[in-house]
């Protein structure tokens, strides 16, 4: 029973976080519930959830949503951002960041559900110094917390594409892209801290590869229609994880 429950929450997390974000709400908290303990879910979930994101990755590359010009400033931040997270939570508990995630996330299923689409490809930037400053920032800093914690990460990341005015479909595969960066390195920092549960984390690994490749597909076709409430319904379910979290 334990099985057939991580490897449904795998599945369903994968389908989930490929198109909107927020997959580790479901995936890290069963984890949990199967009596992995905390540190060792996090390298566990940090595993299977790095299969699904290379995937996802893939497939929103090779339909030509990815922007390239952003990402490339992007990728080293969050590389380091992640690394820096992973070794964070091995020495600190990660419930700190619990209120002030939940606060950004509701924030961000906010300006979601006023906002309207303003198809426009981030290619089209003119990227200057101040724009290159906040995009790395930002992705220095959401590296970081994916490292330290993960769950909503894909949510904000979406949220701040979206913010700088991409549309809904170019914001989830330029989230994804960042967030399997992240995934990778933050995975490589447990797997040298001796916190992962290779069953647990490569057999979710595989369930979620499907779920990631279905759900990319559905995205793409799709596109904002469903996206947008998928990620509205995936920011408040997040937030409200958070605070019970921190309440409990």
């Known amino acids: 029973m334990i099985w057939l429950f991580l490897l449904s929450a795998g599945l369903v997390a994968a389908f989930v976080d490929s198109i909107a974000g927020g997959g580790g709400v479901i995936s890290l908290p069963a984890l949990l519930l199967a009596g992995v303990p905390p540190l060792l879910a996090l390298g566990t979930n940090k595993l299977a959830a790095t299969m699904a994101s290379l995937t996802?990755?893939?497939?929103?590359?090779?339909?030509?949503?990815?922007?390239?010009?952003?990402?490339?400033?992007?990728?080293?931040?969050?590389?380091?951002?992640?690394?820096?997270?992973?070794?964070?939570?091995?020495?600190?508990?990660?419930?700190?960041?619990?209120?002030?995630?939940?606060?950004?996330?509701?924030?961000?299923?906010?300006?979601?559900?006023?906002s309207r689409s303003r198809p426009r490809p981030v290619t089209g930037w003119r990227l200057t110094l101040v724009m290159r400053a906040v995009t790395v920032g930002f992705a220095l800093l959401l590296g970081f917390y994916d490292g330290f914690f993960g769950p909503g990460v894909g949510a904000l990341l979406i949220f701040a594409f979206v913010a700088c005015g991409c549309d809904f479909v170019r914001a989830a595969a330029n989230a994804k892209i960042l967030n399997c960066t992240s995934n990778v390195v933050s995975l490589i920092a447990f797997a040298l801290l001796g916190c992962i549960d290779y069953r647990y984390g490569l057999a979710m690994g595989v369930v979620m590869i499907g779920g990631a490749y279905l759900g990319t597909r559905v995205a793409l076709g799709s596109g904002e229609r469903l996206i947008r409430p998928l990620y509205l319904l995936m920011a408040l379910l997040v937030a409200g994880r958070q605070v019970w979290g921190w309440w409990q």
Do not use: E, K
């Open 56 to 114: 996802s990755s893939a497939v929103f590359i090779s339909s030509g949503r990815a922007d390239w010009q952003v990402l490339g400033w992007q990728i080293p931040a969050t590389a380091v951002g992640a690394a820096a997270g992973a070794y964070t939570a091995w020495l600190l508990p990660p419930d700190v960041l619990r209120p002030i995630v939940a606060g950004l996330l509701v924030a961000a299923a906010v300006y979601a559900a006023a």
